[in-house]
Antibody
C-alpha cells in the first residue's frame, strides 16, 4: 500500500528554520515527483512546488523562492522541505503529495497527513 | 499562471440532494489536467476526479466530473452525510494551481 508519512508538528520562533520530512513507502520513490502544498489556518490549498525524485531538480512556485528548499534522500525514500528565516505568516499545515502521471493526466493521488508548523515568539 | 475560480463559495444542501460545483479557468486547458479533491476538517485532501471526468480508485459513482476548455463541473448526485466537506479543483497545465474551494454544508 502506498503511503507518505510526514514528520510531526513543529513550533519555532521567528527567524529560526525548520525541516519537514516526507517518507514514501509501497512504491518506487524515484518514479514519481513529490509536490509540496501549504494550507494556512482557515485557508485554501497553495501549491509550493515540486521535486523530481529521479534527478533531484526542484521547481518552486512564484511565492516560494528564496527561503524554501526541497531536497531528497533517495536511500531512505524521503523528501524534505526546509524553510529558513521563519515568519509568523509561515504558520500552516504543509502537505507532501505524489504526482502520478498516466495517460496524459497528472493528479496528486497520494497525500501525507500534513505537518503543522507554528511560528510564534 | 492559470487562475481557477470556484463557485459558489458555499453550498447549503440536505442529504439526498444533488450538488453541482463549478470551476472556471482563466484560460483554456486540456481536460487531462483538471482534477478535483475533497477535504474534510483536520484531514489531508483526497483525490476524487482526474482528467476532468475519471474517478480515482475507490471513489463512489455518485461523484462525477465533466467539462472542457475553461468550464468544469463536479457533481454529487445524491449527497451522503460523509460528503459534506470542502472541494477543490486543480490544474496542471501551466504550472499547478488550486481553486479557492467550495464548502458543501448541511442545510
Amino acid at each position: 500500500q502506498v503511503h507518505l508519512v510526514q514528520s510531526g508538528s513543529e513550533l519555532r520562533k521567528p527567524g529560526a528554520s525548520v525541516k519537514v520530512s516526507c517518507k514514501a513507502s509501497g512504491y518506487t520513490f524515484t518514479s514519481y515527483a513529490v509536490n509540496w502544498v501549504r494550507q494556512a489556518p482557515g485557508q485554501g490549498l497553495e501549491w509550493m512546488g515540486w521535486i523530481n525524485t529521479n534527478t533531484g531538480n526542484p521547481t518552486y512556485g512564484q511565492a516560494f523562492t528564496g527561503r524554501f528548499v526541497f531536497s531528497l534522500d533517495t536511500s531512505v525514500s524521503t523528501a524534505y522541505l526546509q524553510i529558513s528565516s521563519l515568519k509568523a505568516e509561515d504558520t500552516a499545515v504543509y502537505y507532501c503529495a505524489r504526482l502520478y502521471c498516466s495517460g496524459g493526466s497528472c493528479p496528486l493521488d497520494v497525500w501525507g497527513k500534513g505537518t503543522t508548523v507554528t511560528v510564534s515568539s | 499562471e492559470i487562475v481557477l475560480t470556484q463557485s459558489p463559495g458555499t453550498l447549503s444542501l440536505s442529504p439526498g440532494e444533488r450538488a453541482t460545483l463549478s470551476c472556471r479557468a482563466s484560460q483554456s486547458l486540456s481536460s487531462s489536467y483538471l482534477a478535483w479533491y475533497q477535504q474534510k476538517p483536520g484531514q489531508a485532501p483526497r483525490l476524487l476526479i482526474y482528467g476532468a471526468s475519471s474517478r480515482a480508485t475507490g471513489i463512489p459513482d455518485r461523484f462525477s466530473g465533466s467539462g472542457s476548455g475553461t468550464d468544469f463541473t463536479l457533481t454529487v448526485s445524491r449527497l451522503e452525510p460523509e460528503d459534506f466537506a470542502v472541494y477543490y479543483c486543480q490544474q496542471r497545465g501551466s504550472s499547478l494551481t488550486f481553486g479557492g474551494g467550495t464548502k458543501v454544508e448541511i442545510k
